[in-house]
């Protein structure tokens, strides 16, 4: 069973960035596409920008343009950067597996943007 393991996130000002990280154990992702999720207080959970084994991305509305994807299959993990960020990115971000098929969930890493 792979365990995931997010961190980076933190209290950040708008216009901000930060540098979320994915990493996995129990198991290696490099044939698997990943993505970072988040789940904004009295939302659903929603996948905001997925990376196929292949490398190719793809991103929701909202965050293109603002945020990258990318992986490193050598260290098993997976990241996200985040720039420009605001307010209304504030949530708790996940990783896990792209699609339906997915693995039990981590504990996610806050991400707070406020002045």
């Known amino acids: 069973q792979v365990q995931l393991v997010e961190s980076g996130g933190g209290l950040v000002q708008p216009g901000g960035s930060l540098r979320l990280s994915c990493a996995a154990s129990?198991?290696?992702?490099?044939?698997?596409?990943m993505g970072w999720y988040r789940q904004a207080p009295g939302n659903q959970r929603e996948l905001v920008a997925s990376?196929?084994?292949?490398?190719?991305?793809d991103y929701t509305d909202s965050v293109k343009g603002r945020f990258t994807i990318s992986r490193n299959n050598d260290k098993n993990t997976v990241y996200l950067q985040m720039n420009s960020l605001n307010p209304e990115d504030t949530a708790i971000y996940y990783c896990?597996?792209?699609?339906?098929?997915?693995?039990?969930w981590g504990q996610g890493t806050q991400v707070t943007v406020s002045s």
């Open positions: 129990g198991g290696g992702l490099r044939f698997y596409a």
């Open positions: 990376i196929d084994s292949s490398g190719n991305t």
């Open positions: 896990n597996r792209a699609g339906s098929l997915i693995w039990s």
